[in-house]
């Protein structure tokens, strides 16, 4: 084999491995730590316990947890594993996965996002019966499933108005969709309320099919209170694909929060 071939098997192999991760930066958290929630239904009814979790689990490693579900009833888990890059002022993406199982207790799959490896897939079934699709992630990709809450902060701090990212989806056949999020409402500029900053995020079929869409698919959005350590507050979300639409409120801020709505 001539030694120009080694040579050039060599390089593209590093030169593939290089491409294959995530182009997003997001904001390094101000604190660690657990963040106690609850899950409420839609008429603001508390239905369960909830928690956001930021861990700094080594010098390179950054892991954050996202949980809610209905007591004794359906449950997600979810989870990012980051790294810090830019002498430690940012986070990449390293790995998302996401747990669901139905209000029968019976597992509905995982959902995984492995970004060094440029690979995402669905995984359906359990019981020896499990079914998986792959897909290849563009590369340098921009699929954020879980980290909503560092995600949006440059719309939460006035540094965008707009951003544009992608989510991986498993109803239907594993596929990315286009996101846009933007701020939709500032409450309590009067300095006798909370300031909380609503994020909505919707699906980018085009202008045309997006207006469509936007009353057949549920609302969903993040809020935030700038004034309070790890600004997230609450979002509101399916629970898993086809599942109840959830409120996952903040404990320390939830009377505040639901005061300002009723």
């Excluded at 809610?68 to 830019?86: H, K, N, V």
Aim: hydrophobic share 40%.
């Amino acid at each position: 084999m001539p030694w120009w071939t080694v040579v050039l098997a060599v390089w593209l192999l590093v030169a593939g491995t290089a491409a294959a991760e995530s182009a997003l930066r997001l904001p390094y958290p101000d604190k660690f730590g657990l963040i106690p929630a609850s899950t409420y239904d839609t008429n603001y009814n508390r239905v369960g316990d909830a928690h956001l979790v930021l861990e700094n689990l080594s010098e390179n490693r950054v892991r954050i947890v996202v949980e809610s579900g209905i007591d004794g009833g359906a449950r997600t888990i979810a989870t990012a594993e980051l790294e810090p890059i830019e002498d430690g002022r940012f986070l990449r993406l390293l790995r998302q996965e996401s747990r669901s199982i139905d209000a029968e207790g019976v597992p509905l799959g995982v959902l995984t996002i492995d970004h060094q490896n440029g690979v995402a897939s669905c995984e359906k079934g359990g019981s020896g019966d499990v079914k998986t699709q792959r897909l290849t992630l563009p590369d340098q990709d921009r699929v954020a499933n879980v980290p909503l809450n560092l995600l949006f902060q440059p719309l939460v701090d006035g540094s965008t108005d707009r951003l544009n990212f992608q989510l991986l989806l498993c109803r239907f056949g594993a596929r990315l969709i286009d996101i846009d999020a933007r701020v939709v409402s500032k409450e309590g500029d009067s300095p006798n309320m909370r300031r909380f900053i609503e994020v909505e995020y919707q699906p980018n079929f085009g202008k045309f099919v997006s207006l469509i869409a936007q009353n057949l698919m549920p609302r969903l959005s993040v809020w935030f209170d700038p004034r309070t350590s790890n600004s997230w507050i609450a979002h509101r979300v399916p629970l898993y694909s086809k599942g109840p639409e959830v409120l996952v409120i903040r404990d320390a801020i939830a009377d505040a929060w639901l005061a300002q709505r009723n």
